[in-house]
């Protein structure tokens, strides 16, 4: 059930808020899977899509600088891309201002394949707008997004 303004003018009681919390995380979890289900992501778990996003977004690092951004210790890191490289996701090539760490950077055939899965998850958010919501629907969602943008951001 969702929640909303309470009687006061422009307000949200204590309780509201909880549940509006709780609504939203739901929503989002719910949204993620949906947004999953679109790409095949294959046996990828949750750290190794996560390392991967990173890479595509900031490029090429160390494990090290991976594992600080991801915020988890080098040697489960390590662990994560040896599995990506084993998959053929990653390659490693050494780090030209230290010889005993690796550059860490996705394959060509994985960025088309990411590329890809991105396209068809947007695909599928545009349609489903479309086909869901009415054009002043999706005006009122524009201005939910630039909320949560700020919520994020906090």
């Not at 969702?2 to 609504?23: E, H, I, N, Q």
């Not at 949204?31 to 992501?41: F, I, M, S, V």
């Not at 629907?137 to 997004?145: F, G, I, N, W």
Request: proline fraction near 6%; aromatic fraction near 2%; avoid cysteine.
């Amino acid at each position: 059930m969702p929640v909303f303004m309470s009687d006061a003018a422009d307000t949200v009681t204590a309780p509201d808020l909880a549940a509006l919390a709780v609504d939203l995380r739901a929503l989002v979890g719910r949204l993620k899977r949906r947004l999953r289900e679109q790409a095949d992501t294959g046996d990828l778990t949750p750290s190794q899509i996560d390392a991967l996003l990173r890479l595509h977004g900031e490029g090429p690092m160390t494990v090290t600088a991976l594992a600080a951004s991801e915020r988890v210790r080098p040697q489960s890191m390590g662990a994560t891309i040896a599995a990506l490289e084993s998959a053929g996701h990653v390659t490693r090539a050494p780090d030209p201002s230290d010889g005993r760490q690796s550059i860490v950077s996705l394959t060509p055939a994985f960025d088309i394949m990411l590329r890809e899965g991105r396209a068809a998850r947007q695909d599928w958010l545009i349609r489903a707008f479309q086909s869901s919501l009415t054009p002043a629907e999706q005006a009122r969602l524009a201005d939910a997004v630039a909320l949560l943008k700020r919520v994020a951001e906090a």
